[in-house]
């Protein structure tokens, strides 16, 4: 018996106007989520704990089954597991965004205008997380590459201080959202004057590219510690993601990453080459488990893009479930099969929200005999609902 997660990342969302009042997961062409759920299990799942904040962390954390109240100790250090940072148990994580600012104001007044610098390639970042490295590092502070926009700060012997994710803010002018800890601001404001005029940066802007004129610091944590996903579920598993966050998440879980090449966490992702990987992991080298990570719903929720996260959710169910349900069906194996969202990355908040997201179970043993479609409002229809997200990994692996 095999196991199966599909998650598209922020995939879930609200009714859009210019969508005829559907979702984009309404409005998307979806034809092979749609026949999965005539013949599954549909509902919805409450992901995020009450009084925990909506993040790709948190709901990650519920959809592989620890309970974040107990297991989530900030979002960076779980992306530091994942890049192999060192960190000793008094040392605080903190992510490093790099972002693009408007250029005209002080510091203090200028806005958010990209989270991911157009969601900057990994070698143009690494040439300017160097560039930060060489004025920004000491014995105290020391910057990590990761990839795309996403990279991390270690504070040695720091303190977890309340710092804004800047999706949560884009288009708002930024002072009061800046850290207050002087030594993070001053390298945070320190990291425009380095990075505005860098090379990289003018390339960019003369392409029409977003440049990522500053860092960002947020998301800070200690050192975490995940038991053993096998222990836990007696599956060896494999994760396959392009994101750090979901990386780490399998380091500390004790699963295999898998690196599919040209996965890049955005809309233009190898999709086809992670539902291969997920394929072959199971059918050829025998792991029980396979947790497929989309993550450009999310980035297209972000950006305000309704055309660009339609799209993403086409190519998932095409491109990638069409793929895996395809092989799976064909090699005879017996599955399990899950689809859901983390969280909802609305269009009309461009950031997450802690709503309920929308799953569809499938079992090849025993195809149900429903009418649904999958989306938000069937699901909401059907009356199934799971108030814990923690709980899912154990229903889907039948424990």
Same mark, same amino acid.
């Given at each position: 018996?095999? *196991?199966?997660?599909? =998650? @598209? ?6 009714? $859009?106007?210019?969508? +005829?009042?559907?979702? %984009? !997961? ?114 105290? *502070?020391?910057?990590? =590459? @990761? ?6 700060? $270690?504070?040695?012997? +720091?303190?977890?201080? %309340? !710092? ?118 199971? =059918? ?7 947790? $497929? ?107």
């Amino acid at each position: 018996m095999k *196991y199966i997660v599909v =998650l @598209g990342d922020g995939m879930a969302d609200e009714p $859009i106007e210019s969508l +005829g009042d559907k979702t %984009p !997961l309404e409005y998307a062409k979806t034809p092979v989520m749609d026949a999965l759920a005539k013949q599954s299990e549909i509902g919805l799942l409450h992901t995020i704990p009450d009084g925990m904040k909506p993040g790709s962390d948190t709901a990650n954390l519920s959809v592989m089954g620890y309970d974040p109240k107990i297991y989530y100790t900030g979002r960076s250090p779980l992306e530091a597991l994942s890049i192999g940072v060192p960190m000793e148990t008094e040392d605080v994580a903190l992510r490093c965004n790099l972002v693009t600012l408007s250029e005209e104001e002080p510091y203090e007044q200028k806005k958010i205008l990209d989270h991911s610098s157009g969601e900057i390639g990994t070698e143009d970042a690494a040439v300017l997380v160097d560039a930060l490295k060489k004025e920004l590092e000491s014995d105290v *502070y020391q910057l990590y =590459l @990761g990839t795309s926009y996403r990279h991390c700060l $270690i504070w040695k012997h +720091g303190s977890v201080l %309340p !710092l804004a994710a800047p999706h949560d803010h884009l288009t708002e002018v930024i002072g009061p959202y800046l850290p207050g800890d002087e030594a993070l601001l001053k390298m945070q404001k320190r990291s425009y004057d380095i990075l505005a005029n860098h090379p990289i940066n003018r390339e960019r802007k003369k392409k029409g590219l977003n440049p990522a004129n500053s860092c960002w610091f947020w998301g800070a944590g200690t050192k975490p510690a995940l038991t053993s996903f096998e222990y836990n579920y007696h599956k060896k598993g494999v994760m396959i993601s392009a994101v750090d966050l979901l990386k780490g998440i399998a380091v500390g879980a004790g699963m295999k990453n898998i690196i599919v090449e040209g996965a890049n966490g955005g809309l233009n992702t190898n999709y086809e080459g992670k539902a291969q990987a997920a394929v072959d992991a199971l =059918l050829k080298d025998q792991y029980d488990f396979a947790y $497929i990570h989309v993550e450009a719903p999310d980035e297209m929720g972000h950006q305000g893009s309704v055309e660009r996260k339609v799209k993403s959710i086409e190519n998932l169910d095409g491109r990638v479930i069409g793929i895996v349900k395809e092989q799976m069906d064909r090699s005879g194996e017996e599955y399990r099969l899950l689809v859901l969202p983390d969280h909802p990355t609305p269009i009309r908040v461009r950031t997450h929200t802690s709503d309920p997201v929308p799953y569809l179970l499938y079992d090849s043993r025993k195809p149900q005999n429903q009418g649904w479609n999958y989306n938000e409002k069937e699901a909401k229809k059907s009356g199934n609902y799971i108030a814990e997200g923690h709980c899912m990994m154990g229903y889907l692996l039948e424990k």
